[in-house]
């Protein structure tokens, strides 16, 4: 495959994997905890790799998962502990972001991962970190996402039915003896395993972009979830591809481009849906 192919195919898994599971959370109006997954898995990283000595991205999955957990449970903690929800994302994300950022200033400059490498991610780079699997040399990152990708596939699948319940109407999935915690945590590993995935090659904005502007777009476009996941993405790949060629014409970040491309299509879904869309409503007013 081609050096821009390499890029498109993980762009475009990161796409799918997060547009998916960015629809649940899109649905439980918790959009804000996928920024908070996202930024908070850097100490994850850092910490990992002051621990292990290495960037292995298996050993990164782990730390970076296991931090997710936590931001999840101590959002959780102070939410229940009486402070706003809004405000327990606020306090838990800048905190764990900021001592990542300071850890990462501290023990580990010497490393590619630069606060600005995190932020924005260098997808560039990606096809040049190469390893064999099954007879075929391919991006250490893109055989990460597509095993990421798979996984979260199959897990929505089997647990569609109990995801679906738990996020539309949780004291109806009580009634019925759904584990609707266990089930709330299960969204919250995908969410961060995910997120972690992405983090290294796409950079925190892409990943928090992919999570929320594909599904939210989708939203606008149908009522039925399981057509939301399919139309979710749909954005997430025209994100990657329009955003790619993008930034090649104009030579710019491919992570930013890609962003732009996916606020572009959201805000043309927005006018021109034909269920929510800006000129149905105005068209709907005009003929009352």
């Known amino acids: 495959m081609t050096y821009e192919g390499w890029i498109l195919l993980t762009a475009c898994l990161v796409g799918i ?3 998916t599971v960015g629809c649940f959370l899109i649905i439980r109006r918790m959009t804000m905890l996928a920024d908070a997954i996202s930024h908070s898995v850097l100490l994850g990283i850092v910490l990992t790799f002051l621990i ?14 296991v931090i997710g957990f936590v931001t999840t449970f101590a959002i959780q903690s102070l939410h229940q502990a009486g402070v706003q929800e809004d405000a327990s994302i606020g306090i838990v994300f800048t905190t764990f972001f900021a001592i990542g950022v300071i850890l990462l ?8 991962l630069d606060v600005e490498h995190a932020l924005m991610g260098e997808i560039a780079f ?9 007879g075929f040399e391919i991006p250490k990152a893109t055989s990460m996402l597509l095993a990421i990708t798979v996984f979260t596939l199959v897990v929505i699948t089997l647990f569609y039915k109990e995801l679906k319940i738990t996020s539309f109407d949780a004291a109806l999935a009580l009634t019925l003896g759904l584990p609707v915690t266990l089930i709330h945590y299960l969204l919250m590993g995908l969410v961060s395993i995910t997120a972690v995935g992405s983090f ?12 929320v502007v594909p599904g939210v777009s989708a939203y606008l476009l149908t009522d ?3 057509f939301m996941l399919l139309y ?9 591809v329009f955003g790619y060629y993008g930034a090649v014409w104009l030579d710019v970040s491919i992570s930013g481009a890609m962003s732009t491309a996916g606020g572009i299509l959201f805000l043309l879904t927005w006018i021109f849906s034909p269920r929510y869309g800006l000129l149905r409503r105005f068209t709907a007013l005009a003929s009352s």
Do not use: E
């Open 17 to 19: 994997s997060c547009g």
């Open 52 to 65: 292990a000595n290495s960037l292995d991205g298996m050993y990164m999955l782990i730390g970076a998962a």
């Open 232 to 240: 979710s993405c749909v954005f997430g790949i025209a994100s990657a």
């Open 126 to 134: 990606l096809p040049f970190n190469t390893h064999m699997l099954l």
């Open 224 to 226: 039925r979830l399981s």
């Open 105 to 112: 200033s501290l023990f580990a400059k010497d490393v590619h």
């Open 200 to 211: 290294d090659a796409v950079g925190a904005i892409l990943v928090v972009s992919m999570l």
